[in-house]
């Protein structure tokens, strides 16, 4: 089992930065060995794909929305993935989820989450 606490979340004027966290407490499988996305959803919207990063963090996506502005990182010695937003839009204000998928691969899932934080609410001002 694995339980996802977001945290980072704010309010920011556009062309700002925030960083997210997505720290990780686990019982029996260890966080190391989960694929890890992060997720936003505006209100009205529908949930939508950030990005994410296997396992080993050596494989990391992004969607198109965000490529050249997010950077995903993570520190499995921390139990911990990073989600850094610069160059913030107000397009981006959003609640913003980690999930965590138990997946040893290379590539990256976009569905199939089983795992998911509370969320974070990250407003952008322009």
């Known amino acids: 089992q694995v339980q996802l606490v977001e945290s980072g979340g704010g309010l920011v004027q556009a062309g700002g930065s925030l960083r997210l966290s997505c720290t990780a407490s686990?019982?029996?499988?260890?966080?190391?060995?989960?694929?890890v996305g992060w997720f936003r959803q505006a209100p009205g919207k529908e949930r939508e794909f950030v990005g994410g990063t296997t396992w080993s963090g050596l494989n990391i996506v992004y969607a198109d929305s965000v490529r050249g502005r997010f950077t995903i990182s993570r520190d499995n010695a921390k139990n911990t993935v990073y989600l850094q937003m610069n160059s913030l839009k107000p397009e981006d204000t959003a609640v913003y989820y980690c999930?965590?998928?138990?997946?040893?691969?290379?590539?990256?899932?976009?569905?199939?989450?089983?795992?998911w934080g509370q969320g974070t609410q990250v407003t952008v001002s322009s």
């Open positions: 999930a965590a998928t138990a997946e040893i691969s290379t590539v990256v899932p976009t569905t199939g989450y089983n795992r």
């Open positions: 686990a019982s029996g499988r260890a966080f190391s060995t989960y694929a």
